[in-house]
Structure formats: C-alpha cells, structure tokens
C-alpha cells in the first residue's frame, strides 16, 4: 500500500508522521483495577449506586433501566472520579465503555468492569473515550478478546493497547471536543426521534384499534386473515451460514428473518445471494412481487416488512410472504410491527 506522503504505516494503520503510538499502561496513574465484587441490592438510604455492565449504552453512557445500590464495606475504595473510564471484560459486551460523568452521581463499579485511569499529563480522558468508538479499536477487542476461544480481556490485556496520538494535548482537545459535539447532536437527534415515535405510537393506539365501548367501530370489518389474502407461502429454507457454495455465487439476493428489520429490509449486518438456478428450485411456490408483506417467525420475531421493488428474491429462511388481496391496503400491513 503506497502511504501518502505526511503519513506513516504504524500498528494501528496510517497515522500523521508526527504522531506516535503509545501502550495505554504507558499513560496510566495506576494499574488497571477491578470493581468490587459484590451484589447489587436495592437502592435506599445512603447507599452508593451501582454500575454494571447492563447499565452501559452501546454508545457509552450511563442509562441503567432501574438504578440500584450495593451494600459493602470497601464500596469507597471503588468510587468513580472525574476522569475514571470503566471498560467490560468479559462476556457478550467485553470492550464496551464509560467514560465518568460527574452529572450520573456517585458511581461505584462492579466486577466485571475494569477501571482506567488516564494521567491527563500524557493523555485525556475524553480522546482516550472518542478512540474507543472506532473500527480500530473494536477490531483489536475482537482479536484480543478470542484468544482464549471465550470473550474477555483482562487488565494486562488492557494495558496492550495502543493509542495513536497528535504531538500536542490541544490537537487532543481539539479532537476530543469535535467529537464529543457530534455525539451530543447525535443524542439531541435521538431524543427527538424518541418522542416523535411515542407521538406516532399514541395515534396508532388510537387509529388502528378496531373497538370502542368493547364494540366494533362504525364502519370497520372483522375479517379472518385468510379472507384477506391472495396466498401466503410459509418459506422455511435452509439456514444460510451451512449452505456455503451451494448459494451458487449468483447475485440474487436471498432473506432470511434477519434482514426483515422494522418495517424495512436491511441487509446490513448480513447478505446471502444465489444463483439463477437456486432461484428456480427455491422459489417454485412463487416469486416476490413489490408490496409483499414479509412476516418473520423466528427472533426477530414480528417483524414485518415490503418488498420494495420487483428484482428478484430468495426467500430463504422462516419468513412468510403474504400477498394480500384488494379488501386491504398492503401498506396497512407496515405499521402493525410498532403497535
């Protein structure tokens, strides 16, 4: 790969020639340090609040769906300051992240968070935080975390990973700041999306219930599913991931229940495609058509979604087309997921 020129290939990728690459253990005020093992209890009296791992968003922040509180006699020596990160280590969610707010309260972290605390002389909590949001950081916590077949990562392992950072603690700040910005619109944006969803779910409620006083409303219909639709075809082909080449290498695209996503199709986290072949064999109890319904019957369990155009489609795997007649919009079928 030819580097261009101000740059330089280092462990971590291409980097600004006066950049360096730094073990965060090298930047630390202490050894990485474990949270106290203790159950969470109740939250009342004085009692500190507790933060575990199910209390960490995806994207980092403290959102705990009930707060609780752990009763135990060294609970000080395991508080929460400014600058503190607390990282996973083991499980489904090793690597996720929390960089302290003062904002959340008095925090003290649970066992299976591991804390990191950054000597801001050499590096700052906050870019140390945006870091750890990038592909480069989650595609280390991939390899590291399977070395032992199972997930984890320890504080040692921790200590291992390497930092690229600007020359100055201002380009730190600088870029710390640019980011952080982004994430408060971000969440400014999914507050508003938030509300403007239970605005619509309210309206759903109101609109697509079909009683009122334990009766049926003027001018609705009680019709069973079969009288509203052409045919429904229960497809319940082979899991794609055991297939292997007999998808043929074609470019047909085939769905399976996970791309059938919220009332859309989303092949984002994954995409199986066929060959012309495997279309005539697998799809012989009928091909797609725009405004299909696709209904899922397996986790994602209820999700349903339209054909959106008139390309072709595999359907692979535990996904039920309907194709409803002229007594019913098809569209009618897309809000019933949110309800």
């Known amino acids: 790969m030819v580097v261009k020129k101000g740059y330089k290939q280092t462990e971590v990728g291409v980097i600004p ?3 360096m ?3 965060l253990c090298s930047m630390l005020k202490e050894n990485p340090k474990y949270g106290i093992n203790a159950a969470a209890v109740k ?39 400014e600058g503190d990160l607390v990282f996973a280590r083991t499980g489904a969610s090793v690597g996720k992240s929390y960089l302290y707010n003062p904002k959340d309260g008095e925090l003290v972290y649970a066992g299976f968070l591991i804390k990191i605390s950054p000597d801001s002389r050499l590096l700052l909590s906050n870019y140390l935080f945006q870091f750890v949001k990038t592909k480069i950081y989650w595609n280390w916590v991939k390899l590291m975390s399977m070395r032992s077949g199972q997930p984890g990562i320890n504080g040692n392992e921790y200590g291992q990973l390497l930092i690229p950072l600007p020359p100055t603690k201002t380009e730190q700040t600088a870029i710390a700041n640019a980011l952080s910005d982004a994430d408060a619109w971000i969440q400014s944006l999914t ?14 409620q109101t609109l697509l219930n079909p ?9 609705w219909v009680d019709l069973r599913f079969i009288e509203i639709v052409d045919k429904y075809i229960d497809y319940r082909g082979r899991t794609p991931n055991k297939i292997g080449m007999a998808w043929g290498g074609g470019n047909i695209l085939a769905l399976s229940a996970n791309n059938v996503q919220m009332g859309k199709i989303d092949i984002e986290k994954e995409a199986y495609y066929g060959s012309e072949a495997l279309y005539k064999k697998w799809m012989i109890q009928g091909e797609c058509q725009k405004g299909d319904v696709l209904l899922t019957m397996e986790a994602p369990l209820g999700n349903v979604a339209q054909i959106p155009d008139n390309k072709k489609y595999i359907l692979s795997q535990r996904v039920l087309l309907i194709r409803p007649n002229d007594k019913i919009s098809r569209d009618f079928f897309e809000p019933l997921h949110e309800r």
Do not use: C, H
């Not at 939250?43 to 609780?68: A, F, M």
């Not at 009683?211 to 001018?219: A, P, Q, T």
């Open 191 to 204: 507050r508003l999306i938030d509300k403007k969803r239970q605005i619509k779910q309210g309206a759903m």
């Open 211 to 219: 009683y009122e006083n334990g009766r049926l409303k003027e001018g």
């Open 17 to 19: 020639k006066d950049w």
């Open 21 to 23: 690459v730094r073990p």
């Open 43 to 81: 939250l009342e009296g004085d009692l500190p609040t507790y933060i575990r791992i199910t209390d960490i968003s995806e994207d980092g922040y403290y959102l705990p769906v009930e707060k609780v509180g752990v009763d135990n006699s060294f609970s000080a020596s395991y508080v929460l300051v």
